[in-house]
């Protein structure tokens, strides 16, 4: 069973759907994290979950909203998306979210469209 | 500011030939981490080395060596005799103890030809 993994890998959506992305981690790890990869930019950080709480909203807008009902599930609750809001959106944990040196374990992502 | 560049976007080698992708970083920590992952198509970030900012003696893993020198500001990775397998997006990432964030360079598209 893989350590991360993220659900659905592909969304194509409308622009006033309302969809979710689904992450949930095997390794007993206590922090969560969701990184927006887009087209020739860098990864970009939007949240982080450290024991179920909420300790990094790297000024995302609203309309994205993340769910950490516990230390292995994580969600992306999309609403009313932009075209540019299309990219891959990754998953990552680590033992706990206060740590520096700890490497990230990564899902696979879901890439996800924006129409 | 924690800041990591890896100036080659794109890198294109025949299989066999070595490889050398560059990284360069900034930061006002003394202690930091240093980081190199691989992003296969398959989409997931694998995790391949971490260097710690007082530890700057190389590493060989297989086919894989870095090179970390604070002289420089660099932690440069090296893949001899590549093989097709090792196409990949690359990354280089810092984490100092001051932020407490991880911070990725732009990522370098290595392509292996057979």
């Known amino acids: 069973e893989t350590g991360v993994t993220q659900t659905p890998r592909h969304l194509v959506m409308g622009m006033t759907n309302k969809k979710s992305l689904k992450c949930e981690q095997h390794?007993?790890?206590?922090?969560m994290y969701w990184y927006k990869q887009s087209a020739k930019k860098p990864l970009e950080l939007m949240f982080v979950?450290?024991?179920?709480?909420?300790?990094e909203n790297n000024s995302v807008p609203s309309r994205f909203s993340p769910e950490c009902p516990n230390s292995s599930h994580l969600f992306l609750h999309l609403h009313t998306l932009q075209p540019e809001d299309s990219a891959l959106y990754l998953c990552?944990?680590?033992?706990?979210?206060?740590?520096?040196?700890?490497?990230?374990?990564f899902g696979n992502g879901t890439r996800l469209t924006v129409t | 500011a924690q800041k990591v560049t890896q100036a080659q976007t794109e890198i294109s080698v025949v299989e066999k030939e070595d490889v050398t992708l560059d990284c360069v970083y900034e930061?006002?920590?003394?202690?930091?981490?240093l980081f190199w992952y691989k992003q296969p198509p398959s989409g997931e970030l694998v995790f391949l080395i971490r260097?710690?900012?007082?530890?700057?003696q190389n590493e060989i893993s297989g086919r894989y060596s870095w090179n970390f020198q604070k002289s420089t500001s660099s932690f440069n990775f090296t893949i001899t005799a590549s093989q097709v397998v090792d196409s990949a997006v690359y990354f280089c990432?810092?984490?100092?103890?001051?932020?407490?964030?991880?911070?990725f360079g732009q990522g370098t598209r290595l392509t292996i030809n057979p």
């Open positions: 390794l007993g790890h206590n922090a």
């Open positions: 930061t006002r920590d003394t202690t930091y981490y």
């Open positions: 979950y450290n024991f179920k709480e909420q300790t």
């Open positions: 990552a944990s680590s033992p706990t979210g206060s740590s520096y040196n700890s490497p990230l374990h």
């Open positions: 990432a810092l984490s100092g103890q001051g932020a407490q964030k991880l911070v």
């Open positions: 260097r710690n900012s007082f530890d700057e």
